[in-house]
């Protein structure tokens, strides 16, 4: 066993706005779970029935063991050696969470567990990179983003999806990818959106001012920025 100091299980705020999203009495399965502090957290708060922290890297996982036995959970928590959903059965848990990775990596953790798909699994996606792509994914693979939750911490926005599946196919082009009824609907979509929108926007002069720029990125791109302007239109008509 290592020696470590015990780290206090304070979340930060993109993993408290995760947390306030487990259901009580849940059976939660937390992907890529790095030093364990969600699951952890929740145990002490009383909030699970169980929990399974889950990571493909040995030393993480460790210190997740580490902080277990630090804070008496060790027999509350089932620690697992596992590239994504790998080695978890589906009747382990009712909802799963994966954070900080980017969407390209929660697609393929999904689509190598299509039971996550059944509509009887709450998953509680973080993303870090390539949303638009992770949406697409979703939607024509038969799941549903019933909430998007926006966060802040420092200066950057994160986004919490809270997906369900068992819904119907939807194939949508990219563009049509870059927003959802679930981020409009939440709060601080204003302020999201306009860090968004200066984000594409500076994405897009860059790309015009380019000499070997593909003109249908172009297009495609100008597209974005005009998705997310129309949608800040609306959300100010609203206010």
């Avoid at 697992?80 to 994966?98: K, N, Q, V």
């Avoid at 015009?208 to 609306?234: C, H, K, P, Y």
Wanted: charge should be negative; hydrophobic fraction near 40%.
């Amino acid at each position: 066993m290592t020696e470590r100091t015990k780290e206090n299980l304070t979340l930060t705020p993109r993993l408290q706005a995760i947390a306030d999203r487990v259901s009580q009495g849940a059976r939660l399965a937390d992907i890529g779970t790095d030093h364990g502090h969600l699951p952890l957290w929740l145990l002490t708060q009383n909030r699970l029935t169980c929990a399974i922290a889950s990571d493909l890297r040995e030393g993480p996982l460790d210190h997740a063991r580490d902080n277990a036995r630090f804070h008496g959970l060790t027999d509350r928590v089932s620690f697992r050696l596992a590239s994504g959903l790998e080695g978890i059965a589906p009747d382990e848990c009712d909802t799963i969470s994966i954070a900080g990775m980017g969407g390209e990596t929660i697609a393929a953790i999904l689509e190598a567990a299509p039971w996550t798909a059944d509509g009887k699994h709450t998953l509680l996606l973080q993303p870090m990179t390539m949303l638009p792509q992770l949406r697409q994914w979703l939607w024509a693979h038969g799941y549903c983003i019933q909430e998007e939750t926006v966060c802040q911490e420092g200066h950057r926005y994160y986004l919490i999806w809270t997906v369900c599946g068992g819904a119907e196919r939807q194939d949508k082009p990219l563009e049509a990818c870059v927003l959802s009824d679930a981020l409009l609907r939440a709060p601080g979509a204003m302020a999201y959106l306009k860090a968004l929108y200066a984000r594409e926007n500076r994405a897009l002069s860059g790309m015009e001012q380019g000499q070997n720029t593909d003109a249908a990125m172009i297009e495609a791109q100008r597209t974005v920025v005009q998705t997310i302007s129309r949608a800040l239109e609306g959300l100010t008509c609203q206010l």
